[in-house]
Nanobody, 132 residues
């Protein structure tokens, strides 16, 4: 089992920055992909950013390109999402997720945002609120 715990969420003014962290179990290195998703009540969970463990290839949701950066520190078993130039539309609960299925490679290689159906393990989420 992979255990994951997000942190770093909070309230920030538009234009500000936040760095989310996801502490994972020791199985992080053996996963195929790691990713960040976000969800607003009444909306489907959407992929924000993903990273392929084998070589560090990344993919981003269109609205996050140029503003969000996903990175991982395997030594610390930690996944990060650095967010800058935040907008009110970024307000959501953010989740980290891990996939052990090769399906997640496809979207990552094609630089498409990650698909929630490809991920098996999820954190509890951390809320981000961006005010104008």
């Amino acid at each position: 089992q992979v255990h994951m715990a997000e942190s770093g969420g909070g309230s920030v003014q538009a234009g500000g920055s936040l760095r989310l962290s996801c502490q994972t179990s020791g199985d992080m290195a053996s996963s195929e992909c790691m990713a960040w998703f976000r969800q607003v009540p009444g909306k489907e969970r959407e992929g924000v950013a993903g990273i392929l463990n084998v070589d560090g290839a990344t993919t981003y949701y269109d609205s996050g390109k140029g503003r969000f950066t996903i990175a991982q520190d395997t030594a610390k078993n930690t996944l990060y999402l650095q967010m800058k130039s935040l907008r009110p539309e970024d307000t959501a609960v953010y989740y980290c997720a891990a996939s052990f299925h090769e399906r997640c490679r496809i979207s990552t290689r094609r630089r498409e945002p990650p698909h929630s159906v490809d991920f098996q393990y999820w954190g509890q989420g951390t809320k981000v609120t961006v005010s104008s």
